[in-house]
Structure formats: C-alpha cells, structure tokens
C-alpha cells in the first residue's frame, strides 16, 4: 500500500501570545528569521538590520508574557538570536554585528528581563560576521582588522577572519556564565556557522575567496574532531580539535598539510544550506540536494522538480523517518532519501514558509508527542505537521509469536509446500510439536534448562531488535537507532548462512548504513591493525569461510547483490580505501588465495579488484597495492610491469627484494624485466646497487652479459665515441662492471672458474711480485 503524505493544522497561531503581530511579521516578511525553543513552545522571528520596527519578537504558547523589542533608525539591530537549551527556564541570547551578546531569560514573574550584556571581541575593531550557539556553546567568526596582523595583499586579506568560541552556562536564577573567549580558527575566509544537535557546520559564503570556497569543515562537538572536506573533489580529512586541551588551528598552515584539498576548483553554487541530524543538506542552482554527513562524505539525496529561480526565491529543508522535504517556494515535494524517488508533490497557499526544527526529545510536552518526528512548518496562516500516515495498532510481538514466525521460516524451507506456512496453522492445527514445545518453555511450564536459558538470551536479542525497528516506525528518527539497528543485524546476518533472503538483506542495509554496517564487521571478525599497516583477526575459520563465500559457474546471485567478500571490499573502499589491500591480505590468509563456494574459484585479488571498476578506470595507487600484496606470479609482475611504466624503479625493485627465497622463479624474472631497463636507457643507474642484490645468486656474470647483449638496443650507423646531443647515453664499462662485481660477488664458487671474465671480478687488488730482472 502506498504512503500517503499528510500535513495537518496543529494550530492557528490563535494560541501563542502575540498572535497578530505574529500572523503580520509572518506574512509581510520573507527575510524574517524564524527559531524555536528546545521545547516547542517559545517561538522568535528576527528581522535583517535595517528592518523596519520591530525587530524581534518571542512568542509563548501557554502561561508567559512576549518580548518584543526595536531599536531606533540608524541604530545597529541584532545579527542573530537563539534559544538556549536550559531545561529550568527559556533563555535566548542576542548578537550584534560589533561583538555585543545580550542574554535575556524569562523569570519567575511574567516579563523577560537581561541577565547579562558583554562583548565578544573586547579589543575593538573587530566585526562579528556569523553566530551560532550549539550545545550550551556561543561559537562566532569574526573579522580581524588587516592592520593588527600588517599590512596584507589581496589574498592574505581573504583570510583576516577567526573563528572563536565561549561557553555559556547558566548560573544561579538570575545570571550567567560566560567562559574565556578560545581561538578555533586563525587565518580564515569567512564562514557561515550552521548547527545541528550534534555538530557544527562552517560552510562558505559569498564573500569568500575562490581558491577555498569549495572547502567546508564539520566539528563534531562531543567527538572533538573536524572533517576538512571538499565535497566537490570527493575529498575530507579528520583531524582532532579539542578546546579543552586548548587546541588551536591556522587555517592556511591546515589547509597545506592535507594534500589535494587546494586543486583548482569551481566554488560551491549553494542556493540554501540546513542542518539536519543525518549532516548538512544543501540545494544548489540546478535544483539537486546533496548531503555532506559526520563523516565527510557526499552523497546526492534526490533532484527536485523546478529549480530555485536566483537568489531570491525561498527554499526550506529538512528531513523526518527518511524522507526529504523541500519547500521551493508554494511546493512542497517529498523524496525518498535512500532512492531519491519523488513520493508525493504539495502545491502550499503560501510561498513564505519556515520549517522548524522538531523539539528535543524529552522536553516536548504532551500535545507535541503526537507529532513526535515529524516536520513542522510555519506561515502566517499556521503551525503544521507533515508526516506520512502510519497504520492503526502498532503492536510488538509476544515471544511466543516471535518462535512461531522463526519455525514457520525453517520449515517452510526444508519442506516441499507449496502454500505459504502461517503461524496459525502451526499453532493450532499441531502439524509441528516444537513450537508447541518452545513456547511452554517460553512460558515457563517447564524447569530451567540449559536449552531454557540460551533460548531465553537469543530471543531476548531478537526480541530488543524488533522493539527498536518499531520505535523507528513510530517515529524516532535519531541516527543512534539507526545506527544500533545496522550494527545488530549485520552481527545476526555474518552468523548465518549467507544465501537467498540473508545475503540481499546484508546488501540493503550496507547500502544504507555503510558506516554502522562496517563497525558491526568489525566486532564480529575482531578485526584489529598493527603497528605496521597490516590486519590481523581473531574470529573463528567458520566466520571467514562465511564471508570468503563466493559463487560458482551457474549460480550467480540475482543482479545488484554482491556477494559477502565483494560487500566488505565496496563498502571498505567507500570508507577507508587505505585499508582495503590490508583487507585483501588477510582474507588471503584465512582462506588462500584461489578460496571460493567449496571449490577453487577466483582469486580474492581479482574479486576485490572488481568492486574497484573496470580496467582503466581503477584508482592506481590501490590497484597496485592490491596486485603487490596478492602474492600471485602474475599479479605481481603485473603490477611491476605498471610500475615500470611508471619509472617507479625504486619501488619496483623492492616488489622484488620483498619476494624473497619463497619465489625465487618470480624473483628472477622480475630482474630479467628491470635488466632489460638497464640496458636501453640510463634512468635505472641511481638504483643499481638494489638491481645487484636482487640478482639470483645463481645467475654467473657470464649469462648477465648475453642477457644485457640481447637487451641492448640496435645499432643506427657507426659507432661513435660520444654520444650526439640530446641521445640516450649508452651502456658504460664502468656500469657494467659495478653490476657485475656485484653479481659475481653474490655467486662466487669454490672452486675452478668456469668463466673466462669471472677472475677479473675476484681481483684481489694486490698485483703478484714482479719476477727479478737479468741484469
């Protein structure tokens, strides 16, 4: 049955004090800024400087008084305001552009009073550009006065901003505090300041310098690091930010540690940015929405049916129980966030709407829990809900159903029915006595028991499973269940056998929850790196035979589904790339290289090789990794014969070295292609001494030179005793000797020489005596 989008009236705004110069600010204009209180019932609209009066307005629905404020033409109004998170009474806090920061709270009696006034930027001259106040924090950019750092050129003064931070906490009844101003940022562009419940985003403007306006950063609060990401370029980097142990950054000095964050690149065309509990969403001119999550990747959500028109036309975000919504002016679409698909598309009455962030879990009050998950959107004309409509009697399952479910799965697959297998007939036709036995078991009819107790723990697990997808059902969209949900199925899934249903189970959820998806992988094969670069596992050879399961000629799995190794191996090059050869490598070890669904199959090099892409298209750098850490003759010289290509000859002779005696035909052939090298040009001579030791020590001096002489390029004309202007440089005696000291010196025999040349090389240095002269 298809879902149908509801939006519904929560209120006139009749109920909410101040209700007409609510409905009139609303409705007159589009720029106000809208904010709502932790709990829902505080509602501000912030009008731009300049505004005609009043500029700010608090509404309160229920017992409370309003506060409106305006300040005189040709005075500075606020640049911001926000609510602060304080459970024992409302609080909201104002900036000015100047640095000035009022905190007002609401009281014990009806009107709102200030608590606190003080200045952000003590110093004078500077100017307050953005604000935000995520997490009981006040964090705001700023811009320097050029002459307090020199006098700086054009591009040094793009970066004279800063961004800082203070803590804000409240104190006593009638008070605050206010921590010591810490530096986050030194030398930055301006940045606009967007927080969510969990993160901070600092996000280009319009005003910043084009060489950085494609770079954006996310400070995860209770993580204590940053993402430097270009989602553009595909690229982002953590690094760790902790104000308490006071750490501190220069932005230029960060951006030229972190490599290919600086490529020349268009900036960011971001017609409207919103924060949500899943990352950053941002629309650009072409009327697609992309998310930049936690971590620092990208990904497209859906494209909306029209485009933004300019700069101009408003546009509203969010997002509830997976899905997108977008206000674009009068239209209001629904996507699907895991397909981008279009579920259904609103004409509104209104072009001026807002959309308000849902209240924080725990302090909505009664008339709010029904909406819970939910977005709301506001307009002169009301409060709205839009959700999708859920259906009626949402119950869990008893244990007793929940053995009745898991029975009719096993025996509907052992047995030939062809009619569908319902609990009501196990139940109560008896055509099977162990779920009749189970559940007197469950019910505790009979002793405790061994079988009595692992029972118990099992269902006990899978029972909390299907409590947490109906909260999710219901409506709790927090990515901490979401992410639970992830990490308890895939450790079910990795613990049965990975075919039909299981394995495109498996597949659903790693597309949908990469990150959690990889950290249950984790716990379940102990997956563990070392100090060099390499991975080692503790789970048991069982697990590994699971997950190494591939598939055989004339069993392929239905299209889209990969197999449980091809899973890992794109899910672990989506997230770390770096770690996929080492992946590789161990997988090898637990199960050999040519390990497949009972019999020999690919190589897991060529399996891991094909999530990458087809030939051509593969990144090269963990190509080669992935051929140099097989093992297998044919990869490496494959992969040295790329790096060869490359003149990579360093590299390639330690390929060689790292062979050692375990493959001595491989080692020897790898020397025959890097000698060919030698002999046709002179860009292997800075290496020669690592072209000698990897020599096979049986290799006489006397086969070198007739393989150097079947290397060695053609001759044109006479030879010449120099070579022309701008030629290669031929193969000198002196080098050749040196190779060959080398060389010999590795396979010197004990006894008779067998070659003409080879006591040259043992020269002792010490010519004999001469014989005496006949006078």
């Given at each position: 049955m298809?879902?149908?989008?509801t939006?519904?009236?929560?209120?006139?705004?009749?109920?909410?004090?101040?209700?007409?110069r609510?409905?009139?600010?609303?409705a007159?204009?589009?720029a106000?800024?809208?904010?709502?209180s932790?709990?829902?019932?505080?509602?501000?609209?912030?009008?731009?400087?300049?505004?005609?009066?009043?500029?700010?307005?608090?509404?309160v629905?229920?017992?409370?008084?309003?506060?409106?404020?305006?300040?005189?033409?040709?005075q500075p109004s606020?640049l911001?305001?926000?609510?602060?998170?304080?459970?024992?009474?409302?609080?909201?806090v104002?900036?000015?552009e100047?640095?000035?920061?009022?905190?007002?709270?609401?009281?014990v009696?009806?009107?709102?009073?200030?608590?606190?006034?003080?200045?952000?930027?003590?110093?004078?001259?500077?100017?307050?550009?953005?604000?935000?106040?995520?997490?009981?924090?006040?964090?705001?950019?700023?811009?320097?006065?050029v002459g307090?750092?020199g006098?700086?050129?054009?591009?040094?003064a793009?970066f004279s901003?800063?961004?800082?931070?203070?803590?804000?906490?409240?104190?006593g009844?009638?008070?605050?505090?206010?921590?010591?101003?810490?530096?986050?940022?030194?030398?930055?562009?301006p940045f606009?300041?967007?927080?969510?419940?969990?993160?901070?985003?600092?996000?280009?403007?319009?005003?910043t310098?084009?060489?950085?306006?494609?770079?954006?950063?996310?400070?995860?609060?209770?993580?204590?690091?940053?993402?430097?990401?270009?989602?553009?370029?595909g690229?982002?980097?953590?690094?760790?930010?902790?104000?308490?142990?006071?750490?501190?950054?220069?932005?230029?000095?960060?951006?030229?540690?972190?490599?290919g964050?600086?490529?020349?690149r268009?900036?960011?065309a971001?017609?409207?940015?919103?924060?949500?509990?899943?990352?950053?969403?941002l629309?650009d001119?072409?009327?697609t929405?992309?998310?930049?999550?936690s971590?620092?990747?990208?990904?497209?959500?859906?494209?909306?049916?029209?485009?933004?028109?300019?700069?101009?036309?408003?546009?509203?975000?969010?997002t509830?129980?997976?899905?997108?919504a977008?206000?674009?002016?009068?239209?209001?679409?629904?996507?699907?966030?895991?397909?981008?698909q279009?579920?259904?598309?609103?004409?509104l009455?209104?072009d001026?709407v807002?959309?308000?962030?849902?209240p924080?879990?725990?302090?909505?009050?009664?008339?709010?829990?029904?909406?819970?998950?939910?977005?709301?959107?506001?307009?002169?004309?009301g409060?709205?809900?839009?959700?999708?409509?859920?259906p009626?009697?949402?119950?869990?399952?008893?244990?007793?159903?929940?053995v009745?479910?898991?029975?009719?799965?096993?025996?509907?697959?052992?047995?030939l029915?062809?009619?569908?297998l319902?609990?009501?007939?196990?139940?109560h036709?008896?055509?099977?006595?162990a779920?009749?036995?189970?559940?007197?078991?469950?019910?505790?009819?009979?002793?405790?028991?061994t079988?009595?107790?692992?029972?118990?723990?099992?269902?006990?697990?899978?029972?909390?499973?299907?409590?947490?997808?109906?909260?999710?059902?219901?409506?709790?969209?927090?990515?901490?269940?979401?992410?639970?949900?992830?990490?308890?199925?895939?450790?079910?899934?990795?613990r049965?056998?990975l075919?039909?249903?299981?394995?495109a189970?498996?597949?659903?959820?790693?597309?949908?929850?990469?990150?959690?998806?990889?950290?249950?992988?984790?716990?379940?094969?102990?997956?563990?790196?070392?100090?060099?670069?390499?991975?080692?596992?503790?789970?048991?050879?069982?697990?590994?035979?699971?997950?190494?399961?591939g598939?055989?000629?004339?069993?392929?799995?239905?299209?889209?589904?990969?197999?449980?190794?091809?899973?890992?191996?794109?899910?672990?090059?989506?997230?770390?790339?770096?770690w996929?050869?080492?992946?590789?490598?161990?997988?090898?070890?637990q199960?050999?290289?040519?390990?497949?669904?009972?019999?020999?199959g690919?190589?897991?090099?060529r399996?891991a090789?094909?999530?990458?892409?087809?030939?051509?298209a593969?990144?090269?750098?963990?190509?080669?990794?992935?051929?140099?850490?097989?093992?297998?003759?044919?990869?490496v010289?494959?992969?040295?014969?790329?790096?060869?290509?490359?003149?990579?000859?360093?590299?390639?002779?330690?390929?060689?070295?790292?062979?050692?005696?375990?493959s001595p035909?491989?080692?020897?052939e790898?020397f025959?292609?890097?000698?060919?090298?030698?002999?046709?040009?002179?860009?292997?001579?800075a290496?020669?001494?690592?072209?000698?030791?990897?020599?096979?020590?049986e290799?006489?001096?006397?086969?070198?030179?007739?393989?150097?002489?079947?290397?060695?390029?053609?001759?044109?004309?006479?030879?010449?005793?120099f070579?022309?202007?701008?030629?290669?440089?031929?193969?000198?005696?002196?080098?050749?000797?040196?190779?060959?000291?080398q060389?010999?010196?590795?396979?010197?025999?004990?006894?008779?020489?067998l070659?003409?040349?080879?006591?040259?090389?043992?020269?002792?240095?010490?010519?004999?005596?001469?014989p005496?002269?006949d006078?």
């Amino acid at each position: 049955m298809k879902r149908a989008g509801t939006l519904r009236l929560l209120s006139d705004l009749s109920n909410l004090s101040g209700a007409a110069r609510l409905r009139e600010l609303l409705a007159g204009d589009p720029a106000v800024r809208v904010r709502c209180s932790a709990d829902g019932r505080h509602l501000l609209l912030l009008r731009p400087p300049g505004a005609p009066a009043p500029q700010l307005l608090v509404s309160v629905r229920g017992p409370g008084a309003e506060l409106e404020r305006s300040w005189p033409s040709g005075q500075p109004s606020p640049l911001d305001a926000f609510f602060l998170p304080w459970p024992a009474r409302p609080a909201l806090v104002l900036v000015w552009e100047s640095g000035l920061a009022e905190v007002w709270g609401a009281g014990v009696g009806p009107s709102w009073r200030l608590l606190q006034s003080t200045e952000l930027c003590p110093g004078g001259g500077a100017r307050v550009v953005a604000v935000a106040a995520p997490r009981g924090r006040l964090v705001w950019c700023e811009e320097r006065q050029v002459g307090t750092e020199g006098r700086l050129g054009p591009p040094a003064a793009a970066f004279s901003h800063c961004v800082c931070l203070r803590t804000l906490e409240p104190s006593g009844e009638a008070s605050t505090n206010l921590g010591r101003t810490h530096v986050l940022l030194h030398h930055c562009p301006p940045f606009g300041l967007l927080a969510s419940r969990k993160d901070l985003f600092l996000v280009p403007t319009a005003t910043t310098w084009p060489g950085v306006a494609h770079i954006l950063l996310i400070w995860s609060l209770g993580k204590g690091k940053v993402m430097v990401a270009a989602p553009g370029l595909g690229l982002s980097y953590s690094k760790s930010l902790n104000p308490g142990r006071g750490d501190t950054w220069d932005f230029r000095t960060l951006l030229r540690s972190l490599p290919g964050l600086l490529s020349p690149r268009e900036p960011l065309a971001v017609h409207t940015w919103a924060p949500t509990p899943q990352g950053l969403l941002l629309l650009d001119f072409k009327g697609t929405v992309h998310l930049v999550q936690s971590h620092g990747g990208t990904r497209t959500v859906g494209t909306l049916q029209e485009a933004p028109v300019g700069l101009q036309g408003s546009a509203a975000l969010g997002t509830f129980h997976g899905t997108l919504a977008c206000v674009l002016g009068s239209t209001l679409e629904l996507l699907d966030m895991a397909s981008g698909q279009l579920l259904e598309r609103k004409v509104l009455s209104t072009d001026r709407v807002h959309m308000l962030e849902p209240p924080t879990p725990g302090m909505e009050d009664e008339e709010e829990l029904e909406t819970r998950g939910g977005l709301r959107l506001l307009s002169a004309v009301g409060l709205f809900c839009v959700g999708w409509e859920a259906p009626q009697g949402v119950e869990l399952p008893s244990a007793k159903d929940l053995v009745f479910e898991e029975a009719c799965g096993y025996y509907q697959r052992r047995s030939l029915r062809g009619a569908k297998l319902t609990p009501e007939e196990l139940r109560h036709n008896s055509t099977f006595r162990a779920p009749q036995a189970l559940a007197s078991i469950l019910q505790g009819h009979l002793p405790p028991s061994t079988l009595l107790t692992t029972l118990r723990v099992e269902l006990r697990d899978y029972r909390g499973l299907e409590q947490l997808k109906a909260q999710l059902v219901a409506g709790d969209d927090e990515e901490a269940g979401w992410t639970e949900l992830a990490e308890q199925e895939v450790g079910r899934l990795l613990r049965t056998e990975l075919v039909g249903d299981h394995l495109a189970q498996l597949n659903t959820v790693f597309q949908a929850l990469p990150t959690a998806a990889w950290a249950a992988t984790l716990r379940t094969l102990q997956l563990q790196p070392d100090g060099n670069g390499k991975l080692r596992s503790q789970a048991p050879p069982d697990m590994w035979k699971k997950v190494l399961w591939g598939t055989t000629a004339g069993n392929e799995p239905p299209n889209g589904i990969l197999p449980p190794f091809e899973l890992l191996c794109q899910c672990l090059y989506q997230l770390e790339p770096r770690w996929l050869p080492p992946f590789v490598e161990l997988a090898q070890q637990q199960g050999g290289p040519g390990w497949g669904a009972g019999s020999p199959g690919l190589p897991l090099y060529r399996r891991a090789l094909a999530v990458l892409g087809e030939e051509g298209a593969r990144p090269e750098a963990l190509e080669l990794e992935l051929l140099l850490g097989s093992g297998r003759p044919n990869a490496v010289l494959q992969a040295v014969g790329q790096l060869v290509q490359k003149e990579q000859w360093e590299r390639a002779l330690d390929a060689g070295l790292a062979l050692g005696p375990s493959s001595p035909l491989l080692r020897s052939e790898i020397f025959k292609l890097l000698l060919a090298e030698f002999a046709q040009h002179r860009r292997l001579d800075a290496h020669l001494p690592l072209l000698g030791v990897l020599c096979p020590p049986e290799l006489a001096p006397a086969e070198i030179l007739l393989l150097l002489r079947t290397y060695l390029p053609d001759e044109v004309g006479p030879p010449t005793p120099f070579p022309k202007p701008g030629a290669e440089a031929p193969l000198t005696v002196g080098l050749l000797r040196t190779l060959l000291e080398q060389t010999g010196a590795q396979g010197q025999p004990s006894g008779p020489v067998l070659s003409l040349y080879e006591d040259i090389l043992w020269d002792p240095g010490t010519p004999p005596p001469a014989p005496p002269r006949d006078l």
